[in-house]
């Protein structure tokens, strides 16, 4: 396996019983690159999440992180779902601290990632303030900063702007973007908007209906920062939403 790869899924498959979920699913993560994942309404995705996070064992197949099988006591997997989920009892700085903390991480360095991620969020304003104190996206930008702080092996996302409008969204993918190129993360991002996948992505991975297979992986190879209305994004899109006309 080339030194590059952070993860490494191979013919992945799960069944529930008879029914049969995922279907062979192969594929790399490079260390520090950003994929976006798009598949029909219950194609599977959530399970295939579950597998990555080790909630629920696979039928067959295998996760390795690091060229090693993914043990959540080993790897650090963070994760980031479609509904907000700071602590309402903690400040945001405290938030952004959690999971250092509970690693048991060294005083100096919890400090220097919460200043950076508060200061790459400019969220210093909000420092002391509590999620019941703020709206629904500025606690998932505290969210995603926690995940990030965590400098960790793989970051997942599923869906994290659902419920956001569409002004909020790009103004969240902007940032989540300068979050991963100021901390170099991995990270798997879950989206049914092909927009927003050929906006963040380095690599579009196109799942078909159930049982899920890999359709296509398409390289994303725009010039950031990208714009909707730039010929070659179009063309990009349209090869995706193409692909997927059968959904
Ligand atoms: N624990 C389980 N036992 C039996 N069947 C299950 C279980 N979990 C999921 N399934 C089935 O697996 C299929 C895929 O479900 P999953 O929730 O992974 O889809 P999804 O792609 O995340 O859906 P959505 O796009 O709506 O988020 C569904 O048919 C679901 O009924």
Request: charged content about 25%; glycine content about 4%.
């Amino acid at each position: 396996m080339s030194n590059d790869v952070k993860v490494s899924v191979r013919n992945l498959t799960k069944c529930f019983g008879d029914l049969k979920v995922l279907d062979n699913i192969s594929f790399d993560i490079k260390k520090g690159e950003f994929i976006c994942v798009v598949g029909p309404t219950g194609c599977g995705k959530t399970t295939f999440l579950n597998l990555l996070t080790r909630l629920i064992p696979q039928t067959s197949g295998e996760i390795l992180i690091d060229g090693e099988p993914a043990d959540p006591k080993k790897h650090n997997i963070s994760f980031v779902f479609q509904e907000p989920s700071a602590f309402s009892w903690l400040t945001t700085q405290e938030n952004i601290e959690y999971g250092l903390r509970i690693k048991k991480m060294p005083e100096e360095y919890i400090k220097q990632q919460s200043d950076k991620v508060i200061s790459l969020l400019g969220l210093d304003r909000f420092r002391d303030a509590y999620p019941h104190e703020m709206s629904v996206s500025m606690e998932q930008r505290v969210v995603i900063g926690r995940a990030f702080a965590m400098n960790p092996d793989l970051l997942l996302m599923d869906e994290p702007y659902g419920q956001m409008d569409i002004k909020m969204r790009f103004f969240l993918e902007d940032e989540v973007i300068k979050l991963w190129k100021a901390t170099g993360a991995t990270v798997l991002f879950i989206t049914h908007n092909l927009e927003e996948a050929v906006y963040l992505a380095e690599r579009v991975l196109v799942l078909s209906a159930k049982p899920a297979t890999i359709k296509a992986q398409v390289p994303i190879n725009i010039e950031r920062p990208r714009k909707v209305s730039d010929p070659a994004f179009i063309e990009v899109r349209k090869q995706i939403t193409d692909m997927i006309k059968w959904w």
